[in-house]
Every structure is written in C-alpha cells, then in structure tokens.
C-alpha cells in the first residue's frame, strides 16, 4: 500500500531514506497509548457527529483487535509503515476501508505524537514512583537497624566526626524523597492533553477537546495549539529529574563500593549481585554496584541529547522531535532497573561494625568534641578551634591519641585544659550528645526515621 500521505507525491521514497525517516522500530513501544488515544478522539468524534455510532463501534473493536494482534505477536511492522501512527492507522483502514479513513480527522501525527509520549511518560512516572518507594522503605527499615551503629564520617574522604550508618542512610532517603517530589512535580506538567491541536492551529471541525482529555484521564488540556505540537519540556523535565535521581544511585554506589573493598571492610556485598574473575579466582567483584555508579553518564547523554536536538529549532513541529523516544525509552528503562536492583542489593546488605570500629582511632574524630567542650567553659571557639589543633599536632608528633595526653601534656598546650574535666570522648559519647535538629545522635535519628515514615504516608501520589 502506498503511504498514507502519497497523494501528492510523483514517486515513493529510496529505501534507505525510508528507513531514516521511519521510528516504528523503536515508537512501536507506544502502540497502547496511540490506541488508547485513537479510541478516545473517535469516541469523541462520534458524539459530535463526525461518525455515526456504529462506525464508532467499528472502529473502536477494530483499534482493540489490533492491539491485542500486537501484543500476541501477530503483527509485524516494518519501516514501510513509517510511524506506529500510520502503522495503526494502516491497518485499521485495510480492515475498515472507508470508516477507518474517518479517523484521522480533527486530528495530526503532531497532536498524536505528543499525546502518545505524555500518557507514557505519566504511566511510567508512575511506575519509577513505586520503585522510588520500596528503595525508600529498605532505607528506613535498615536505618533502624543501625540507628546507634557507629560509622565514620567523612570530608573531603578524610575522617571528619563519627555518625551512625542510620544517619548516613537517612541522608539518601532524603535524597530520594526529594526525587520523588520531582517526580510527582513533573508529573503534574506533563498531566495536559495536546489532542486535538492537530498539525498546529487547531480546526474548523467542532471538537471537545476536554471530552477527549477526561476519556485519557489528563486533568488539564493544553491551552495553546503551536505550543502543545512543538513542546518537549515534559519529556525533558522527566528526563532531568531521572538524571538526578541517577546521580544519587552513582554515589550511593560508589559507597558500596568502597565500603566493600578490602580497605574499607565496612560492607560484604551479597555473592548474587557480584561476579568473579576469568584469571584471578580469588575475585569478587561488586559489579552492579559498579553498574548503578557508571549508568548514570547514559541518563545523563540522553538529557543532553534531547536538549541539543530541541535546541533552535523553530516552531512548530519539526521531525528533529522524533529523535525524542529513543532516549526516553532508555532513561526509562536504566532508571527502573537501577532503583530495582539497588534497592534489593541494599535490603540484603549488612554492616561489619566491628570492622568500622577498627579504623574509629584514626583521625581524632572526637576533636570537635573537645572545642565544643571549651566552647561550654567560656573560651570562644575559635579560641577553642585553636586548642584543639595544637592538641591534634601535639598527639601526632608524640603518637598519641587524646585520652593518652597527660595533665602536665594538657597544661603544656592550655592552662585551661584539665584532664579530669574532659568531656567523654568515646564514639558512642560523641553521637550522643549530637542531638541538635537534623544531627546523628541516636535518638535524632529514630526521630528522623518516623518523620520519613510519615513523609511516605502523605504523599501526593498521582492516580
Ligand atoms: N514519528 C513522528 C515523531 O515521532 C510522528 C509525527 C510525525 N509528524 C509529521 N508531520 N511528520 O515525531
């Protein structure tokens, strides 16, 4: 059959321009929303009058077959049928004739495209939500399990003071909290029906564009046709917030992989999600988690992609758009996985707190303690800051830690300092008295952790 636009054409396409310019390869994956849409625009079209309700009827059982024959398997398109649009719409009119032609009116593959591609970027919103979810509810689950578990924490890689691996963990729920309210946000944006736009100026036939919006189950319609057929900003806002979101995987898996190494000892990454050496085998390697830190530079190529390909180009539609789904399709598809697998590795790793404690004697991570301490007994604290620094340097050059220095050591750096005044300096008292809104101590974690639970509960998920 010749194409569905051949009318005005002397003669067809050269094969290998027909396979540039068809996306059905890769915009087939949308074949259920284009039905879906294509059923409600004719639905429409039927209670205005445009079809009688039994071409209606026709063509809505005709829409469902097909669906069914893509999902079973039966129809296979090929670069002949161009777009799912026309691959649909083709066969719909081989089956219908002169009913199924009635379709495509009051309506554009420019309006089409773009409701197709908003409705899959909601359903999948949807779906990176729950994701988003059950890695939240690991977080919080483990987080109490290690609300009082001792870890080091670091600036700049370097000892810094000590905090609970509930609090570290608790920073990535939050991180991921945050994802999902971008997620919901950009859900909201893209929640808008363009149907009915067609090409770019709308039409003389008298649709309803709110009835064929309500039967997609969009809670707005879009107010400006030009706009509606030339934007990607959904698409592009989506794929931003996946960047973000991919970028808080990468470093939590960074951590897993340092955590993991022989240096560190702090984790043992479950055997299933490693795999071994073909020359050495003593090797585990932990690479998913190498996979979650490294997928992120994909998601973040297809934002830039996509942003190029927008860039400068005039309005309205341009078939530069069509370069769209591909990117998506994989910013989809990398950031379900990731959250998937992160979130079970992570719910079936434990933590070797004995092997933290080992290296808790590095660093003087209690040095804050100290200032603070001074702080408490009236010497300012960059007074207090100075102190500390010359105790730290004293230690290191004598190799000793703080509970070794002696009084006569102490009197030595600051006559204000006195042994039997010091404030406990074991880890466990460091964290402890870090109970300031936010901090690590125990009890401020357990806080955090039931404001996270109820943060969960109060969502504003879409439906
Ligand atoms: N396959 C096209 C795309 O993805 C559909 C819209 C084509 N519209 C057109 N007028 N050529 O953008």
């Known amino acids: 059959m010749a194409n569905l636009w051949s009318g005005r054409f002397e003669k067809g396409m050269e094969e290998i321009v027909e396979e540039y310019n ?41 829409l469902q077959q097909i669906k069914t024959e893509i999902e079973e398997g039966k129809l296979n398109f090929t670069t002949k049928d161009e777009d799912i649009h026309m691959a649909v719409e083709g066969v719909l009119i081989k089956r219908l004739g002169d009913t199924g032609k009635k379709l495509h009116t009051a309506r554009s593959r420019n309006d089409q495209v773009a409701v197709d591609t908003r409705m899959f970027v909601k359903k999948e919103i949807k779906l990176i939500l729950e994701n988003l979810t059950y890695l939240e509810h690991v977080l919080l689950e483990k987080a109490n399990k290690y609300h009082d578990s001792i870890m080091i924490g670091f600036t700049h890689m370097q000892h810094a003071q000590p905090v609970t691996i509930g609090f570290h963990l608790m920073s990535y729920f939050q991180m991921f909290k945050r994802d999902m309210e971008r997620f919901i946000d950009s859900y909201e944006r893209t929640d808008y029906c363009p149907l009915g736009s067609c090409a770019l100026a709308g039409t003389t036939i008298p649709i309803n564009r709110h009835r064929t919006s309500e039967l997609l189950g969009f809670k707005h319609v879009t ?22 979101c991919m970028m808080h995987i990468s470093r939590f898996a960074e951590e897993f992989v ?28 932990p690479d998913m988690a190498e996979l979650l830190r490294g997928k992120v530079g994909r998601v973040y190529g297809n934002l830039i992609q996509l942003l190029t390909v927008m860039k400068g180009t005039p309005l309205a539609y341009n078939k530069d758009f069509q370069e769209d789904k591909e990117g ?13 697998i992160f979130a079970k ?32 007994i009236n010497i300012p604290f960059r007074e207090a800051h100075e102190i500390v620094g010359k105790m730290v340097k004293y230690c290191e050059n004598n190799s000793k830690d703080f509970v070794d220095l002696t009084n006569e050591d102490l009197k030595n750096i600051d006559s204000r300092l006195n042994k039997n005044a010091m404030p406990d300096l074991s ?7 870090r109970v300031s809104y936010g901090g690590t101590a125990p009890s401020e974690v357990l806080r955090q952790i039931e404001a996270g639970k109820s943060a969960m509960e109060s969502f504003n998920f879409p439906n």
Not at 45 to 60: H, R
Not at 258 to 285: A, H, L, R, V
Not at 427 to 433: H, V
């Open 22 to 62: 068809a996306s059905i390869n890769f915009d087939k994956r949308l074949y259920d929303c284009d039905i879906l849409g294509s059923i409600a625009h004719v639905t429409m079209l039927s209670e205005i009058g445009i079809v009688s309700e039994e071409e209606k009827n026709k063509i809505v059982d005709t």
């Open 223 to 244: 107010e400006n046709a030009m706009d509606s057929v030339s934007d990607r900003d959904y698409i592009l806002e989506f794929m931003s917030a996946a960047s973000i």
């Open 258 to 285: 340092y955590w993991n190494s022989q240096e560190f000892g702090y984790i043992t990454i479950d055997d299933s999600f490693c795999t071994g050496s073909s020359i050495m085998p003593q090797k585990k390697n």
């Open 328 to 340: 998506l399709f994989d910013t989809v598809d990398t950031l379900k996985k990731s959250l998937l």
């Open 345 to 376: 590795m992570l719910e079936k790793t434990e933590f070797n707190s004995e092997n933290i404690k080992k290296h808790m004697n590095k660093g003087f991570l209690n040095a804050t303690d100290i200032a603070e301490h001074l702080v408490k």
């Open 427 to 433: 880890m466990e008292g460091c964290i402890k008295g």
